[in-house]
């Protein structure tokens, strides 16, 4: 059988090389997303129950209709239990800080038909880990 030894091209995200950083980031189809996990809670602090936000002029829309601003929503999900949160991954990188999607969605205190508070919600941006 013939082969072709391949001298270019590594595997290493889009514009890095030499080692894996612990702070390396996964590349789906050649560009570089972040990554972040938001946590929709009231006023109060309280968490907010998504199950019931997702359907077209809800709360999930909405949020992701503010994302959508400024960026592209790659992948989302969100969770099907009462923790209130939606992990994203957002293109281009930079973006959105953890600081600055947390703004944004602060700032939807009735988000959709259903009024969903999100005054109080929480933003972090843990990286992305298949576990």
Do not use: W
Request: aromatic share 6%; hydrophobic share 40%.
């Amino acid at each position: 059988m013939a082969s072709i030894t391949r001298t270019h091209g590594t595997a290493h995200p889009q514009g890095s090389s030499g080692a894996i950083s612990a702070d390396a980031k996964l590349v789906f189809n050649g560009v570089e997303m972040d990554f972040f996990k938001i946590i929709i809670k009231d006023v109060s602090g309280n968490v907010e129950d998504l199950r019931g936000e997702l359907d077209a002029n809800e709360g999930v829309v909405t949020i992701m209709q503010e994302i959508g601003k400024l960026a592209n929503v790659e992948m989302y999900q969100v969770e099907g239990d009462t923790t209130g949160q939606i992990s994203v991954a957002l293109y281009p990188t930079g973006a959105f800080t953890a600081t600055s999607l947390q703004t944004a969605i602060r700032t939807l205190s009735a988000a959709g038909t259903n009024s969903l508070d999100c005054s109080s919600s929480d933003v972090t941006d843990p990286g992305f880990e298949l576990v």
